[in-house]
């Protein structure tokens, strides 16, 4: 399985982005698979931002409540992230993973997530 993110850039505070992260792999099933996004500021560890599972069922970090919207196109194997009202403490290398399950409970950390995208920065300034 491989996770390709892309879409991160530098904005300003208060300004949108949206990330993407395309699946692929021989015998893949992105439908099949609980989808998360993560992020890494420096010098901190990397955290849970979202996730959405097979089902649809999105969970949040509180710190994005409200700011971000997680969605899935299972067509295109496709995994979204919609950033508005960004801050300067969003600031960090955002990451995809995700995980085949057929259940609806997912986990926050990331040793229960097995593939990972590469990452894609994103720099909101002041």
């Known amino acids: 399985v491989q996770l390709q993110a892309s879409g991160g850039g530098l904005v300003q505070a208060g300004g949108s982005l949206r990330l993407s992260c395309a699946a692929s792999?021989?015998?893949?099933?992105?439908?099949?698979?609980?989808m998360g996004w993560f992020r890494q500021a420096p010098g901190k560890e990397r955290e849970f931002v979202a996730s959405?599972?097979?089902?649809?069922?999105?969970e949040y970090a509180d710190s994005v409540k409200g700011r971000f919207t997680i969605s899935r196109d299972n067509a295109k194997d496709t995994m979204y992230l919609q950033m508005n009202s960004l801050k300067m403490e969003d600031t960090a290398v955002y990451y995809c993973?995700?995980?085949?399950?057929?259940?609806?409970?997912?986990?926050?950390?990331?040793?229960?997530?097995?593939?990972w995208g590469q990452g894609t920065l994103v720099t909101v300034s002041s």
């Open positions: 993973a995700g995980r085949q399950t057929q259940f609806r409970n997912i986990q926050y950390g990331t040793s229960w997530w097995p593939y």
């Open positions: 792999g021989r015998s893949f099933s992105f439908r099949s698979h609980a």
């Open positions: 959405i599972t097979y089902m649809a069922d999105r």
